[in-house]
Every structure is written in C-alpha cells, then in structure tokens.
C-alpha cells in the first residue's frame, strides 16, 4: 500500500512499475466529434499537452474550442511505459494525467490554448488539484518546440506575478520537453460527454480566472 508522502513524490526510474510492451486499448474516434483520435491528423495542425488535475473535467475545457480539431486524454510525464489507469492511480509510475489538444493554429493560438490551461484550474497547488490529491494530479505543460517553451514560460511568469500581487502561492506548474504521450482507456475518454453529470473539478473555477488576471491571449 503506497503512503500518502509517496503519492506526493514522484518514483525514480528503477523503483517505478515495469509497465507493458502494448498500449492500453482506447477508443478509435472522438466521441462528441467523430474525428479519429490517433490521427492521421490534418496537415498543418499542431499538438499541445497540458496536465491540470482530472483529466476528464480538463479535456472538456479544450474540446470545444474552435479551432481545437480532436483531444483525447492520457498520461505522460513518467517512467512507465503503457499504464493502465489502476497503475497511474497508485502514484508508481510517476505519469501525471494529461489532455492531448490537437489545434489548428490559423484558428487557435498556442497562447489561446494557454490562458484555458491556466485559468481553467489553481496552478499553486503542487502534487494535487483540489480534494484530488497525488502526482497524477499536478499541473504540466509539456512542449513540443522552442516557439511553445517560449510562449509557456511566458505565461507562467505573467499569471504568478499577478496571482503573487493578489497574495496566491507561487504557481508550480512544470515545464518540460513533451515525454511519450500514452493513451488513456476508452471509457476515460470525453468522459464528460459521455457521463454528463460525472465529476468534474474544473470548468471556469481556476483561481486565475476568479481574480481576472486581465493576461491577454496573442
């Protein structure tokens, strides 16, 4: 049985769950869209990965963006290779809950993307969200080039100044080169769409969006 302090503490390598050759099995389409959820994605489109607690309540705050063409959600960010959700729940394998946003940047900006990631959940809270507490649960953004680093670390800095100004931790949102994206269990995903009164920790109630941060999106 894992302790509370280890679910707070991501596992090193050698001490992490050995996981499986195969992927999980998951779902082949987009349930509200249709839209295949591995791809062939369009050409010219682009990915961008954010973790912000539960990943059911964060993938519904991207998936109807315009401009957002699929999501899907998973885990990332750890050491085992294919988890199952079970797995990622025990807090051994180091994943953090993750939604994958594929977009279209003539329609949505990466910084468009990123005022919903950071005002959509309370980015001060370290190992958990809410009354979600774990490693699972912590907030991410996982680049996938320099221009996307950029724009994070950018964002990040502009909502702490404001969040500190109004007395608020300072954000602990991680930052990192994009990690091997796993998809999650079919019945995960757009769980909110398929369960509309299911769990949902976000939707508008991050505490940047509370204060207004008046952070403006390019």
């Not at 505490?207 to 403006?216: K, L, R, S």
Request: charged share 20%; glycine share 12%.
């Amino acid at each position: 049985m894992f302790s509370l302090r280890k679910m707070l503490e991501i596992p090193t390598p050698d001490r992490a769950l050995p996981g499986r050759a195969q992927p999980v099995p998951t779902a082949e389409t987009h349930f509200v869209s249709g839209r295949p959820l591995k791809g062939p994605y369009p050409e010219g489109t682009e990915k961008a990965l954010f973790g912000l607690g539960c990943f059911w309540g964060a993938e519904k705050a991207f998936w109807n963006i315009p401009g957002v063409w699929v999501t899907a959600v998973g885990y990332a960010a750890g050491h085992t290779p294919n988890p199952t959700y079970e797995e990622v729940c025990t807090g051994a394998t180091g994943h953090n809950e993750v939604v994958l946003v594929v977009f279209d940047p003539k329609q949505v900006s990466y910084q468009q993307l990123l005022k919903t990631f950071f005002e959509a959940h309370d980015p001060t809270q370290g190992m958990r969200q809410g009354a979600d507490i774990g490693t699972q649960y912590r907030s991410g953004i996982y680049v996938y080039d320099d221009a996307q680093r950029a724009a994070a670390e950018a964002a990040k800095a502009a909502y702490d100044k404001t969040l500190r100004a109004e007395g608020f931790r300072p954000i602990t949102t991680e930052i990192r080169d994009a990690p091997p994206f796993y998809f999650a269990e079919d019945y995960h995903q757009q769980y909110l769409a398929k369960n509309p009164n299911g769990y949902c920790g976000h939707g508008g109630t991050g505490v940047a969006c509370q204060i207004g941060t008046g952070v403006a999106a390019n």
